[in-house]
């Protein structure tokens, strides 16, 4: 018997290790409060100079400023931070410095595809469906990198080391196929990402072996396909 209750704890331990497929599957945020995200964890944690992120968002969300990702330290709480503000724009955060984005319109009730790149010169770019911005300067000390100790949540802003959340920061919605790289993936890879072609898994966080866990009412249900507006696809 403890030999079987032995087995049991290593498999649950490997499957915890390698992490779920969730290829055709999204993170739900049914409601808007404090409560709801899902903290994602990194197969080996490292310092980061440099990183890309992509992933895409299904929403109605027309107000507040609801953020999609957010690493955190216990020094830098917007040490990679992605949100849509309030004017309709999108700010990037590295460290202490800030960039944002305009002139981007995007879909209500229809998903939407994001990439954020950010390289070893503190010059970030935001991607989204299809459009490219221009590359803005995120200027934080010279060789300055996000520790290895971080927390990753999405759907909600860290405003401390994996906590602080506020109302106006939550995203209602879906998220899906979120990845993470510790470089600066290159504009066809973007561009694949766009198409939702065949891509290179992020080397940080895959979508397709991901180690997460759900808080409050955030949930992972089967991504929802529509073709005409009328024929439902996965039902």
């Known amino acids: ?3 079987l209750t032995r087995i049991l704890l290593l498999v649950c331990f490997a499957v915890l290790s390698e992490g779920s497929d969730l290829t055709g599957s ?3 945020f049914p409601t808007l409060g404090r409560v709801d995200h899902v903290t994602l964890t990194p197969a080996e944690r490292k310092p980061l100079s440099q990183a890309s992120l992509c992933l895409r968002f299904y929403t109605d969300q027309t107000t507040r400023s609801p953020c999609f990702f957010s690493l955190a ?14 004017g309709g724009f999108f700010r990037i955060h590295v460290g202490t410095a800030s960039a944002d984005f305009t002139g981007f319109t995007y879909n209500l009730n229809g998903w939407n595809s ?21 590359r803005k300067l995120t200027l934080m000390r010279q060789g300055w990198k996000i520790p290895t ?10 405003d401390s080391y994996g ?19 510790d470089h600066v993936i290159s504009p066809c890879a973007v561009q694949q990402f766009m198409d939702e072609m065949s891509i290179q ?11 997460f ?23």
């Open 1 to 3: 018997m403890e030999n």
């Open 26 to 28: 999204v993170f739900t």
């Open 73 to 86: 330290t216990a020094t830098f709480t917007n040490a990679f931070l992605l949100c849509r503000m309030e």
């Open 114 to 134: 994001v990439c954020v790149t950010w390289d070893e010169e503190d010059v970030s770019q935001f991607f989204i469906n299809g459009q490219a911005s221009v």
């Open 149 to 158: 100790d971080h927390s990753i949540i999405v759907g909600q802003d860290q």
């Open 163 to 181: 906590g602080g959340f506020e109302t106006k920061n939550a995203f209602i919605g879906h998220l899906t196929d979120v990845h993470m790289w």
């Open 201 to 211: 898994p992020g080397n940080y966080l895959n979508w397709q072996s991901l180690k």
């Open 213 to 235: 866990e759900t808080h409050g009412r955030a949930k992972v249900e089967k991504k929802q396909f529509l073709l005409t507006g009328k024929q439902l696809l996965n039902c």
